[in-house]
């Protein structure tokens, strides 16, 4: 017979490890403005409770975004997927907008693996959206996002899901049309 524990315990080990974390992020934060000189009642940090919900943001950016986005590769991973010869071909697809790809503060390129099919290649749909989003110069983070969020326009599914099953061309570039439209200057 297999033993597991009570639900609560899961519930209560969560909750220990979780604020474990919390407190350890939250000395950290407090030494930290103490390193820059500052007390964190400067009026130029604004009310406590918004800095600590700014301070979350920040830290929470890149799991939020690991989390909508999916994995991602970096260029040389991207190379050896695509089997090209060198960065710089990857780069070149990226600058041709035939292969989506986001950047870093730290100046990283990283590129959704949404984008490839079982195959390891792009979707052919892909490049046609890209240019769509590179004529109003979307970041590829926007782009990225549109990709992987539910649109209305394509019956409440995801661009990239209306792709991967074999959803008609026509119909997605005319929601990245319309998502794009507002962003023209």
Not at 40 to 55: I, K, W
Not at 79 to 91: I, T
Request: hydrophobic share 45%.
């Amino acid at each position: 017979m297999v033993c597991t524990p009570p639900y609560y315990l899961t519930f209560l080990t969560y909750n220990t490890n979780m604020s474990v974390a919390l407190d350890t992020a939250a000395a950290s934060f407090k030494a930290t403005l103490r390193e820059l000189g500052l007390s964190g009642q400067e009026p130029e940090l604004g009310d406590a409770t918004r800095l600590g919900q700014r301070a979350a943001l920040v830290a929470a950016a890149s799991a939020l975004w690991r989390g909508q986005l999916g994995p991602l590769l970096d260029v040389r991973q991207t190379q050896e997927m695509l089997a090209v010869s060198s960065r710089q071909a990857v780069h070149d697809l990226i600058q041709r907008h035939r292969l989506l790809a986001v950047s870093t503060e730290d100046r990283r390129t990283l590129v959704p693996v949404f984008q490839f099919s079982e195959t390891g290649r792009p979707y052919a749909a892909v490049p046609p959206i890209l240019r769509v989003f590179a004529d109003v110069e979307a970041t590829g983070w926007t782009t990225a996002s549109w990709f992987t969020t539910p649109n209305s326009e394509i019956e409440g599914r995801t661009p990239i899901a209306w792709i991967r099953d074999g959803g008609d061309l026509p119909t997605v570039l005319a929601a990245a049309e319309a998502a794009a439209a507002p962003l023209r200057w």
